[in-house]
């Protein structure tokens, strides 16, 4: 078979295969725009578009008789907002500390840097029981602030081996002759190091608040009154015993969507080289 023809096909399945894992998000996207009367309709655009679903959601609030009323989102999506960036820097930080330990003083051995990974591969649901208790104890339960205390036991073992890889790729010399210039090991760390880790560190507080911004369960048994709770968790109070509220829902959704989606297209290139630091030379 000719190599142009082989390339046309190849491209012609790639983006038929693209537009049937995107079919979902059109349809939720098509969805958020339906009014009241064609939620129900199997149509993958709506009729009659409205932006009323977006409108109430963000700004007035919507009452749907016995199928429920809802709050505007903005502080859901304000608590999302804090919570993510704020877990997001902290785990960033927290993980470039560790991995540097680990790195270039062995701190901890073999045996740490493998328990560090190992508690990535525990599923989130199985502490989370001990989480709440623990949240309970120490006053953070329904909190933001305990969303921020126990994100990072899910995102800083992942986080600390992002930039175990990141700090691989830094010259040893550049950090010995800056230790011969005079720098501290905390100089040699700020200046040297990490400046040079920087996209390891980028693609690290970017995983962390992606992990951050669209958690559900967590939130949802962590922070269940409206002070503490965030976007995701708020969402699936469009879902009742009474009915779903398809058009909100999906509005929501697409706002929800729409910080990972433009993240994503926005840093693709740096993402990639950050996940490969240290593995490729």
Not at 11 to 26: E, K, Q
Not at 147 to 161: A, D, E, N
Request: proline share 7%.
């Amino acid at each position: 078979m000719d190599k142009r023809i082989l390339g046309l096909v190849i491209t012609l399945g790639a983006w038929a295969l693209g537009i049937i894992y995107l079919l979902p998000f059109i349809w939720m996207i098509g969805t958020s725009f339906k009014p009241i009367g064609e939620w129900g309709l199997p149509t993958l655009f709506p009729e009659s578009p409205t932006s009323r679903n977006y409108l109430e959601i963000l700004v007035t609030g919507g009452v749907y008789g016995v199928r429920g009323h809802f709050p505007p989102i903005l502080r859901y999506l304000l608590n999302s907002v804090v919570v993510s960036v704020t877990v997001a820097i902290l785990t960033s930080l927290l993980g470039a500390f560790t991995a540097y330990g680990i790195l270039r003083y062995r701190a901890g051995g073999t045996f740490f840097a493998n328990w560090i990974l190992s508690l990535r591969m525990i599923p989130p649901v199985v502490i989370l029981y001990p989480l709440v208790v623990l949240t309970k104890a120490i006053g953070l339960y329904n909190t933001l602030g305990g969303l921020v205390f126990v994100y990072p036991v899910i995102t800083l073992p992942i986080v600390t081996w992002f930039m175990i890889g990141a700090f691989k790729s830094v010259p040893r010399e550049t950090e010995e002759a800056a230790m011969l210039d005079g720098c501290t090991p905390f100089q040699v760390f700020t200046r040297i190091a990490l400046p040079q880790a920087s996209i390891g560190l980028a693609t690290s507080a970017i995983f962390a608040f992606l992990f951050s911004w669209s958690e559900f369960l967590i939130p949802l048994l962590l922070a269940p009154s409206e002070s503490a709770m965030p976007l995701t968790a708020f969402a699936g109070y469009f879902s009742n015993q009474y009915g779903i509220l398809w058009g909100p829902l999906s509005a929501a959704a697409v706002i929800i969507s729409l910080p990972v989606i433009v993240i994503a297209i926005m840093i693709q290139k740096y993402l990639i080289r950050g996940l490969t630091l240290g593995f490729i030379r």
